[in-house]
């Protein structure tokens, strides 16, 4: 039977990138139904109002499963974040950033293998902002025990399904002691269901330079949204960038698995841009609707590509990024050839 996902190619380096990792999951044989939609710019190029259109919105909750690629918002008044509204309006409440070292990637780490595990949906990127005063302006920072409980309860599920023994969870309670309090005392509370897991507390600021000091000592960092936005970022500077890490959105109804980078315009349709984190996602994605739908050929096919991918990239056939030769669709041909051995 097939399963249907959805693919926003976005735009930039979207479609190229998009198209690199839809050639190589369809080498695996898996039967997924491809639905095309846009947001961002493309959604507008393709004659949308919206840069989130409800077709888009609907069709994601339909099949219950999107890969994403980098979307633009533009810059502007009345403009609101693509990203940010599609987790909000869909409410894919738990980002799951991985961040591991591949080799053939040479940084000042090795064995990196840390996940980042975030709220998606309030904080300060509730976007509450207000003009109190001439030249004075607040931006309000929210935090809901609802919200707050089910992101710790999310990380520590997270951590016993995937055999993760810490979450150390990030934070500033010793200045924003209502927010980042209520945070820290969900999470306390909801680890009593979890003493298998180990817990702790790092106040941000401290966790940002002992993390560059030794990524080891962590496994799971759970953040509120915005510490979450940075620490994604911070962490994947370890491994080699955004180019080599992954990301997934979770919510009840809805998931979707996108690569975090930029849409990169500069290079767009020039056959440069490194599909690795594009197809990171996909291979989530296969391992989430494997397990949410009991299909375990698509867990196994995940396991295939990333074999494919980590094999490629050891052995030299590498896009420029990385320090190779290879553009957008050699390095797709690389990884069918390799799958298909």
Known sequence: MQVPVVLIPGDGIGPEVADAARTVIDATGLPIEWQIHHAGVAALEHGDKALLPASTKDAILKAGVALKGPCTTPIGGGFSSVNVALRKELDLFGAIRPVRSIAGVKTRFENVDVVIVRENTEGLYSGIENTIAPGVVTSLKV???????????????????????????????????????????????????????????????????????????????????????????????????????????????????????????????????????????????????????????????????????????????????????????????????????
């Open 143 to 341: 935090a809901t025990e609802t919200a707050c409980r089910r992101i710790a309860r999310f990380a520590f599920e997270y951590a016993r399904e995937r055999g993760r023994k810490k979450v150390t969870a990030f934070h500033k309670a010793n200045i924003m002691k209502l927010t980042d309090g209520l945070f820290i005392r969900c999470a306390r509370e909801e680890h009593a269901d979890f003493p298998e897991i180990e817990y702790e507390e790092v106040i941000i600021d401290a966790g940002c330079m002992k993390i560059v000091q030794d990524p080891s000592r962590f496994d799971i960092i759970l953040c509120e949204n915005l510490y979450g936005d940075l620490m994604s970022d911070l962490c994947a500077g370890l491994v080699g960038g955004l180019g080599v890490t992954p990301g997934a959105n979770i919510g009840l109804n809805a998931a979707v698995f996108e690569a975090v980078h930029g849409t990169a315009p500069d290079i767009a349709g020039q056959d440069k841009a490194n599909p690795l984190a594009m197809l990171m996602s996909g291979v989530m994605m296969l391992n989430h609707i494997g397990k949410k739908l009991g299909r375990p050929e698509f867990v196994e096919a995940g396991g295939r590509i990333r074999d494919a991918y980590n094999a490629a990239i050891e052995s030299g056939e590498r896009t420029r990024d990385l320090g190779g030769t290879l553009g957008t669709r050699a390095f797709a041909d690389v990884l069918v050839r390799r799958l298909r051995g």
